[in-house]
């Protein structure tokens, strides 16, 4: 049998933050990403998708931006949380799709070590971690650059 699920986060960029998407800081601005963790919005929605997927609620309910001991945490290490839960459950994470969707900077250069890092903390071949970029083609929070927003979906199967 298998399962899929999706997952999705945004978070607002600010002043005096560092930018890290699926666990990869990407260098050259002087904004990053607002929240209680790292803000690393990709990693989140993988998060979700695998939670999703394997019918263990969300996020927020694994992480809550309430406690203290997730203040400033490396959300590749809560993904690694999240896929030691999924694996012990009995299900097998098949693949993962995901999209960042951000006006700037430009993503192309740093598109292949945000898969590797995806694929390397989730115990994949880098072959079945896709990451893909848009942009919000100047309409909306994404659009005016006030954030970024990140969607995934993942496939387990049993066993």
Do not use: W
């Amino acid at each position: 049998m298998s399962f899929a699920g999706i997952g999705y986060d945004s978070h607002r960029l600010t002043q005096g933050r560092r930018l890290i998407l699926g666990g990869v800081e990407i260098p050259g601005g002087d904004l990053g990403l607002e929240g209680h963790s790292d803000a690393d919005v990709l990693t989140h929605a993988v998060i979700d998708a695998l939670l999703g997927a394997a019918g263990m609620g969300d996020i927020g309910e694994h992480f809550p931006d309430t406690d203290e001991r997730f203040s400033d945490a490396d959300s590749i290490e809560l993904l690694r949380s999240v896929v030691a839960s999924v694996l012990a459950a009995g299900l097998r994470i098949v693949n993962v799709d995901c999209t960042i969707v951000m006006e700037r900077p430009k993503l192309g250069a740093h598109r292949e070590e945000i898969r590797k890092r995806l694929a390397q903390t989730i115990g994949l071949e880098e072959k079945r971690v896709n990451v893909k970029a848009s942009t919000g083609e100047g309409i909306g929070f994404v659009g005016r650059g006030e954030g970024v927003a990140a969607l995934a979906i993942v496939s387990l199967q049993e066993g």
